[in-house]
């Protein structure tokens, strides 16, 4: 199934997970270990991201065709125009479709560790609209059928774009070169997402919008990630997790039940669905679904 077919109806709200590739092969090993349990949640589909670099990209494919082909579970692969040029990206094309993957997240991809700026690859692209261009294109010279695209879409706006109207301005670009859905990056207060959706309608963006939740694992790991992507930490969420600085299991009682509130409020406003960001563990989200279930 494509992501589109996922939304045609909204009937029920749409669960989606995301799983990053392990770098060593001891993380590997783990991740295979928790992969059937994840898929025992029954999330609609199941998302891979796309390593900056290196070995981890072949684990992409290699974990995506797993949960399709061993698990009979939807899945896509997050592809990037880091280090790619278009005949490069062309054959990893090719392998995903291959493979009987469906789904594509299309991304720009981050600059090197320590660079301000994406320098577009020789040959490559600078920004994900080109690369969505480019999958549209290469599906029509290979008279495949249409795959379904995903982009991503910043409720507190991409670090580098100037202010929000910009990031959505650039936005509309990936929507009109032809991705199916936006999901988001991970916010901690559904207020942007509100705010969020209200400015992608008004320039006239149609496609669904899935919002992007991330349960905390621990009080340092969410401020890593937060400093990266730019998304902010409400003040009164900010004080319980101080207060669980050095207490992870604290830290991750707070971020299940941020997690919940959030979805459930999400859920209630009528979002499309929720695409968690699981870490490549069952643990919290397990208890996740079991109270949004309920
Ligand atoms: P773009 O949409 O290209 O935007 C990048 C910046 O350029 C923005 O500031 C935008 O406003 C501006 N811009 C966009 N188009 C234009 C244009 N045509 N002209 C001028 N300016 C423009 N990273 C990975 O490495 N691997 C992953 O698997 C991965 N998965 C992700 C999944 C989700 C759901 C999200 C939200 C992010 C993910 N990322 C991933 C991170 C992502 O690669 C970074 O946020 C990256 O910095 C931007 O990628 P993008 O696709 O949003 O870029």
Known sequence: MRFPDYFKDGRKPIISFEIFPPKTDKAMEIL??????????????ITVTYGAMGSTRERTLEIASLIKNRYGME??????????????LDEILKRILSAGIQNIVALRGDPPRGEETFIP??????????????????????GRERIGIAVAGYPE???????IEVDIANLKRKVESGSDIIITQLFFDNA?????????????????????????????QIQRITSMCGSSIPPDLQRELDAAADDDEKANEIGIRQCIRQAQ???????????????????CIRQIMEALRR
């Open 32 to 45: 295979l270990d928790e992969l059937p349990q994840l898929v025992a949640l029954h999330p609609d589909y």
């Open 75 to 88: 899945t896509a692969c997050h592809l990037t125009c880091v280090g790619a040029s278009r005949t490069e």
């Open 121 to 142: 690859p020789p040959d490559g692209y600078s920004y994900a609209n080109e690369l969505v261009d480019h999958i549209r294109r290469f599906e029509r010279q290979m």
């Open 157 to 163: 706006k991409h670090p580098e774009a100037p202010n």
């Open 192 to 220: 942007f997402f509100f705010s969020f959706v209200k400015r992608v309608r008004a320039v006239g963006i149609t496609v669904p919008i899935i919002p992007g939740l991330m349960p905390i694992l621990s009080a340092k």
């Open 265 to 283: 409020e999400l859920i209630r406003w009528g979002a499309p669905g929720i695409h968690f960001y699981v870490l490549n563990k069952s643990t």
